[in-house]
């Protein structure tokens, strides 16, 4: 390969490091052609692009790129293929019910929400990760918590009142 094509590569894989969110370093290999599609067809329908990389030219774009991932370097070793995702625990989700069938992918590392991840003990715990959105919604319910009971609470008085109200009326 010429330099200038790996210099194309390169950039084309940092500027997708720079523009999505959240990304996992897995292993795809061993899945035959069949498999690799059905994969590649779950992860589109998941909003999820699927990249294979060789790793000197995925670690040159990890060095170029704005995010903070030294320490995804030691994950890059054998066979790695990058998932990019703007929702954080969406490929965590997809890896897991992928390989029950299959053993692949494997998880090396992720980064996601400025956090990284490493290992694939770490698979739980990214299901686990909310996306920022979803911390919104859990803040805004919580918001709407008291509210809520005080309305009902109002309304629960109402209706006693009035039925006290009633009750008077029908004995004059």
């Known amino acids: 390969m010429k330099s200038t094509e790996k210099k194309v590569i390169i ?16 292993d795809i290999s061993g899945l035959n052609a069949e498999d690799t599609s059905s994969l590649r067809r779950l992860c ?15 670690r040159k774009a990890l060095e170029g790129s704005s995010k903070n991932a030294e320490e995804l370097y030691d994950a890059l070793k054998g066979n790695t293929s990058i998932m990019f995702t703007e929702t954080g625990n969406v490929p965590a989700k997809l890896i897991k019910d992928f390989s029950k069938k ?21 698979l739980d715990a990214l299901i686990a ?10 803040v805004v319910a919580l918001l709407q918590s008291p509210m809520q009971t005080l309305l009902s609470q109002l309304q629960s008085g109402g209706n006693t009142i009035h039925g006290v109200l009633e009750t008077l009326k029908e004995r004059e």
Do not use: C, R, W
């Open 11 to 26: 950039d084309n894989l940092k500027d997708q490091i720079d523009s999505y969110s959240h990304f996992y370093l897995t």
């Open 44 to 58: 589109f329908k998941q909003d999820v692009k699927l990249v294979v990389a060789k790793n000197t030219l995925l």
């Open 129 to 138: 990760v909310k996306s920022k959105n979803e911390l919104i919604g859990d």
């Open 102 to 122: 299959y053993k692949k992918p494997v998880l090396k590392a992720a980064y996601v929400e400025e956090s990284v991840y490493m290992g694939e003990n770490q």
